[in-house]
């Protein structure tokens, strides 16, 4: 059983500049959900992903935006870079639509440096 | 006013000592609660998961939860310098589950 791999996993980026992050989730598990995680802090919610649909969102603005694809897959999507989007970004994989059943399995992260 | 609030801040403990770390909570919504570990450069990992009031125990670990005075707890007994990472708590609301929201972790050193 594969876990959730997360690529690239370290990234340069200029302000201004588009980001594509990618999430493989874990065999067996059809929702995944974004963290964005800052340095000295706890993870914080971007988004979930359920068959396809987004299925809950937190506080970030709609630059930031996602996709899911039917083997489960997702992206996330950063668009108009800026300084403070500089952070270690978290995908996590679950089974169930709710997201909470049995816990999250998370993937090692993709660190972003905006420059 | 943050929803979750986690302390202690650093802690460092000589091996074998009995950890507390704790989370109070605001919202009335959160249902199910879940404590994580997360070494350094690596993603958070499951260590309990609990919707319940009271203790449940696994090994070196107990967790608690009180709802009615809205805080959670991790104990861990016999500390190792293994344990030694950072401790997040995540809480989920019962409705809308996929808004979770996590604690800001405090950082555990275990000392031989």
């Known amino acids: 059983e594969t876990g959730v791999t997360q690529s690239p996993t370290h990234l340069i980026k200029t302000r201004g500049q588009q980001v594509t992050l990618r999430c493989s989730s874990q065999s067996g598990h059809n929702t995944v959900s974004w963290y964005q995680q800052a340095l000295g802090q706890g993870p914080q919610f971007i988004f979930q992903y359920y068959r396809e649909e987004e299925n809950g969102r937190g506080n970030f603005p709609p630059r930031f935006s996602g996709l899911q694809f039917p083997n489960y897959s997702s992206e996330l999507n950063v668009n108009a870079l800026e300084l403070d989007d500089s952070a270690l970004y978290l995908c996590?994989?679950?089974?169930?639509?709710?997201?909470?059943?049995?816990?999250?399995?998370f993937g090692s992260g993709t660190r972003l440096t905006v420059v | 006013q943050k929803e979750v609030e986690q302390d202690p801040g650093p802690l460092s403990v000589p091996e074998g000592a009995i950890v507390s770390l704790n989370c109070t909570y605001s919202n009335s919504a959160f249902q199910y609660f879940m404590w994580y570990r997360q070494y350094s450069r690596k993603g958070p990992e499951l260590l309990m998961y609990t919707y319940s009031s009271g203790n449940k125990e696994d090994g070196r670990f107990t967790a608690q939860v009180d709802k009615s005075s809205k805080y959670i707890s991790l104990f861990i007994r016999d500390s190792q310098p293994s344990d030694s990472a950072t401790y997040l708590c995540?809480?989920?609301?019962?409705?809308?589950?996929?808004?979770?929201?996590f604690g800001d972790g405090t950082t555990l050193t275990v000392k031989p």
């Open positions: 996590a994989s679950s089974k169930s639509g709710q997201g909470y059943g049995a816990g999250y399995t």
């Open positions: 995540l809480f989920f609301p019962g409705t809308n589950a996929g808004k979770s929201t």
